[in-house]
Nanobody, 121 residues
């Protein structure tokens, strides 16, 4: 089994910064892409940022220039540095990892439990 544990959420004022972390553990052979998603009340879950195993990144237009995704492959950990936070960034943030559990297996998406990020105006 694979577990993803997120940390780093909280309450900050607009303009502030937060850094989210997500560590994967368990039966991991390799990890393909990793990413961060968010879901505000009443809305669907949307992609915020993704990063490939080779470090290629992609961002939602709403966070470009403010958020930075990175990963430490040796630690099976993905990070999201969030600067210039706005009230509309308020949501539950989830990490996702496409994990290969063994040779010959296909990548399978695993999700963290979510961490609340609240930005006050």
């Amino acid at each position: 089994q694979v577990q993803l544990v997120e940390s780093g959420g909280g309450l900050v004022q607009a303009g502030g910064s937060l850094r989210l972390s997500c560590a994967a553990s368990g039966s991991i052979f390799s990890i393909n892409s990793m990413g961060w998603y968010r879901q505000a009340p009443g809305n669907q879950r949307h992609s915020v940022a993704t990063i490939s195993s080779g470090g290629i990144t992609d961002y939602a237009d709403s966070v470009k220039g403010r958020f930075t995704i990175s990963r430490d492959n040796a630690k099976n950990t993905v990070y999201l540095q969030m600067n210039g936070l706005k009230p509309e960034d308020t949501a539950v943030y989830y990490c996702e990892a496409r994990v290969v559990v063994g040779l010959g297996y296909q990548p399978f998406p695993y999700w963290g439990q979510g961490t609340q990020v609240t930005i006050s105006s």
